[in-house]
């Protein structure tokens, strides 16, 4: 199947900064990831899904034909997210809309950082407590699976401010 891939600006992810949530515990984590799954299977992505809370991995999934090589993106993209307190696609995005790649940046240890999109910063009362991060498919799918699989958690559970 051909999927047509989305486009972002900055603009249009900014708003993900703003989203807080009342509470983060790991059975939320995981039915967070379970809407991950759901978002995947219904969209028919190849993706792997990863939920950290604190440090600790609360919930991954590896569907259709993820594997291990998709475990450094899964940690660096979260890494971003985490570093940045920002999107891993929009922190991209900020370095294009400024005129150099992320890549370009000589003080960050490239194998850790990955600023590739799918990692979204979770957030309690505006601190970062973890990711969600999804990785398998171009980056903006990535993200674009992630924004909605955390859409649909936090309508289902009203734990946005």
């Not at 028919?44 to 991954?60: K, Q, T, Y």
């Not at 993820?66 to 991209?92: C, H, I, Q, Y």
Request: charged share 25%; with cysteine; glycine share 6%.
């Amino acid at each position: 199947m051909t999927r047509s891939l989305p486009h972002y600006t900055v603009a249009d992810l900014e708003y993900l900064n703003l989203v807080d949530c009342i509470r983060l515990s790991n059975d939320d984590a995981v039915a967070l990831g379970l809407f991950a799954v759901q978002v995947i299977k219904e969209q028919e992505l190849n993706l792997a899904v990863e939920i950290v809370l604190d440090g600790d991995v609360v919930f991954r999934a590896k569907l259709k034909d993820t594997n291990p090589d998709n475990d450094p993106w899964l940690t660096g993209k979260a890494a971003v997210a985490v570093r940045f307190e920002e999107p891993s696609l929009l922190v991209k995005l900020r370095h294009l809309a400024a005129g150099a790649a992320f890549e370009d940046r000589s003080d960050v240890d490239h194998e850790t950082f990955k600023a590739h999109g799918g990692s979204i910063p979770l957030r309690v009362d505006g601190t970062v407590v973890g990711t969600l991060t999804m990785s398998g498919e171009p980056d903006v799918l990535d993200h674009q699976a992630a924004a909605e699989a955390l859409a649909r958690f936090l309508d289902s559970r009203k734990l946005t401010s």
